[in-house]
């Protein structure tokens, strides 16, 4: 998929951002054209090889409607089972969050703040926890246009049941 400057894409792991220019520059003797994105959620500025966009998983932000049906899906979804093996568990995590999919980054996070409400994390989960909520932050924030304490809000209530 090609995308121009001014659109609104997610990069996994890193979250929601906007395609501020397209440059090329040369590589090895070669020219190759670069989305250069903002992440506005941690002042974060990469470049992205134009042909590559698609293998790293780059995709267009969802609809507003489908962030209605998240915020439905967090209140109404199950918590991920409590895998007793941390290592296994944050290996799935991670591949939820290498996915780019904004219902995967959602269940990684309902689940880590759940288990941070009832013990405390180690030090790589509240690293997921962190990581999953600026990715899902920030594509709500682009797509809703809402204050970052409003989402923090909404997503709290649904994950909270209300």
């Not at 520059?25 to 992205?48: H, R, T």
């Not at 924030?141 to 994950?159: C, H, R, Y």
Request: proline share 4%; with cysteine.
């Amino acid at each position: 998929m090609n995308y121009n400057i001014g659109d609104y894409v997610v990069y996994p792991l890193h979250g929601a951002g906007i395609i501020n220019g397209i440059v090329e520059k040369e590589n090895d003797g070669e020219l190759v054209s670069y989305y250069c994105l903002v992440f506005p959620y941690g002042n974060l500025q990469l470049m992205i090889p134009v042909d590559k966009a698609g293998e790293v998983g780059l995709r267009p932000i969802v609809s507003p409607e489908e962030i209605d049906r998240l915020l439905i899906y967090l209140r109404t979804s199950d918590v991920m089972p409590k895998e007793a093996n941390w290592n296994k568990r944050q290996r799935e995590n991670l591949e939820r969050m290498k996915s780019g999919d904004i219902y995967s980054v959602a269940d990684v996070y309902k689940f880590l703040a759940k288990r941070e409400a009832d013990k405390s994390l180690s030090s790589g989960e509240k690293k997921m926890l962190i990581s999953a909520r600026k990715v899902l932050f920030s594509e709500i924030q682009l797509v809703k246009g809402t204050s970052p304490e409003a989402i923090e809000a909404a997503v709290a209530n649904a994950i909270n049941g209300k």
